[in-house]
C-alpha cells in the first residue's frame, strides 16, 4: 500500500529527469521542421504581408466574442477612432476569406454574430481551436494600394498550461499536482479524488479500473476548482476539462500517483499504466499543439477575466497570478527578423487585456488595468528585454452596460446599468433575465497590492456568501442594439480599437 505523503522535489532533481524524458534527437528534428516552416513562412510574409494572431486566455475569458466583435467592426467599419488605419479611411476593404490550414475547424463568425445581434445572447462556449481569415485592403501612408493577411486563431488557454509537461515528468507532474491540491480551497474539493488516490498501490498490477476512477475523480476535482464560486486556473491537464471526442481514450485516462522521485516503476505496474499515459497524452495532445499552432505565432493577445477572480476571492486571484506567469514562461518572445525566424520563431508584441470591463464603471478602469498590469508586470519586463512590445488594457469587446451617476443625498455615485442574466443573484435580489438594474459592483482599490499581498485581504464567494462577498460582477445580457444605418447594428466597445491599433495598427502604414 503506497504511503500517504507528498514529497518535494529538488531543482537539480527535476533538470536531470527532464533530460532523461525528451529525445535530444526527435528535438533537434521537430525544431528543424518548426524553423524551416517558419523560414517559409517569412519567405511568404515578405511577398504577401500576414499576421498570424493568437486570441487566447482561460475558458470563459472573452475569446469568442473578442474576435466577433473584431471582425464585425473591421468589416463593417465600426466606430474605432484609435484605430487609425480604419479612423483615417485609409482600410477601403475587409473580408473573410478561406482559411489556410484545412485541417482546423473555421471559426463560427455569421452564428456568433446572429446569436449577439440577432438573438440577444452570448455565443455558446467554444472548447477547441479555430482560426479565421481576414483580408484587409488599405491605402499605405505614402498613397499605395496595399493587402495586408490576418489570420486570427482562437485556442484555449488550458492548452497553453499544458506546455510545462513537455519538459516534466509523470513523477514530477504528480508531486506538483498533488502539493497543489492540498492548498485551500483546493484540498476541500479534491477530497474524493484524495480518498481513493489512499487506496491505490502504485507498484501493484496495473488495472484499467482503478485508472478510470482515479482518472474520473481528479477530473471532478478540476471542475470544481473552475466553478464561478472559486474560479481557479490552474488546472492542467487541459484536455481533461475539454476532451472532445477523445473522452475516454487512453491517453486521458491517467491521474497523478503518489510515487518516488528516483527510481523507475515496476513493469506492468498500476504506476507504469499511468505514466505511459501521461507520456502518450504529450506526444498525442500538447506537442501537435506546439508544433502546429502556437510556434506559428506572431501576436498574441492574453485576454483575462480578472473580475471573475476577484468575484471568487484571494485564492482565486493568487491562482491567476501563478496561472499568467506559467503561461508567460511559454511565450517565445522577441523582435522577429530572419534569423529569429530561422532558428526560434517569436512573437514579437503580446497585449494582456483585462477583458469584460464593462461590468466596471470607467472611472475603475484605471484600476483594473493596473491590477493586471501589476500581475505580469515580471513576465513583461522580461519580454521587453527580449525586444517584444507589450501593453495591458482593460477592454470590453461587446459593452452590455451604460453608466449612469446616481444621487444620494448630497453625493453622486458613478454606476452602470445593465441586465443580469436570469439567475443572477444581486443583494437579495434573483433576477429574471429581463430586468434593467443599476449596480454598484465594489470598487477596485488605488494601490492593486491590496488585492495581491494578503490572502485574506477581501471576501470573494470562495468564503462569503453572495450578499457579503465585497464584490459582485454579475454576468449581464448582451446589449439591446438599434439598428444602423444599412438596417444592421454595429457592436458597442471599449477600447477594442486601442487593442486592434497595438496589434496590428503597425503592418498598416
Ligand atoms: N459584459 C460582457 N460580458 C462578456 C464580454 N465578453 C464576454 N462576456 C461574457 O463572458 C462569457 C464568455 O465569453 P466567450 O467569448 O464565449 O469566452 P471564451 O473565452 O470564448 O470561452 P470558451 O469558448 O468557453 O473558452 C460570455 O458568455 C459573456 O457572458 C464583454 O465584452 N462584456
Ligand atoms: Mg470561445
New binding site residues.
Partial sequence: MATWSFRRHMKDEQKASALRMTNPLAQVIEQTRISARALLEFGNHIINPTIRLGVT?????????????LIHGLIRGGRFPVFEALASGRICDARLAPQPDDAVPRFDYENHVRALVTERR??????QISELRLIIEYQSQRGSMRTLTLDIV?Y???WLLDLPLLTKSYHQWSAESLALSLQQPRAALASHWHDHLKTLDPKGPQDEQSALTAAALFTDYLKACRDHRYAMSMLPPGRFL?PGDLAGSPALTFAPLDVPQAISPPNDSLWAMMQRRYESYKTAFVQPFFRDHFSRLDRQIV?V?VLSAVNAGPEALHDLDAALASILDCFRLGRKNLLSALFSPRIDRILFAA?????LHSSSHERLEALLRRIVERAAARARFAGSEVDVIA???????REVMISQGSSHLPAIV?VP?SGEIIGRKIFDGRTDVAMFPGDLPADPEVLLKDPEAFRGLTKASVQDADFRFP??L?PALQGGEDGEPSLP??RLDRALQFLIGDRLQ
Avoid: H
Avoid at 122 to 127: A, E, G, I, N
Avoid at 355 to 359: E, I, L, S, T
Avoid at 395 to 401: D, P, S
Fill in positions: 486566455g482561460m475558458s470563459g475569458a472573452g475569446k469568442t466574442i473578442f474576435i466577433t466583435a452570448w455565443p455558446d462556449s467554444t472548447r482562437d484555449p488557454g488550458e475539454m485576454l477575466d477583458a469584460k470591463a464593462d461590468r477592454l470590453a469587446a461587446v459593452r452590455a452596460t445593465g442574466v454576468r449581464l448582451p466597445q471599449i
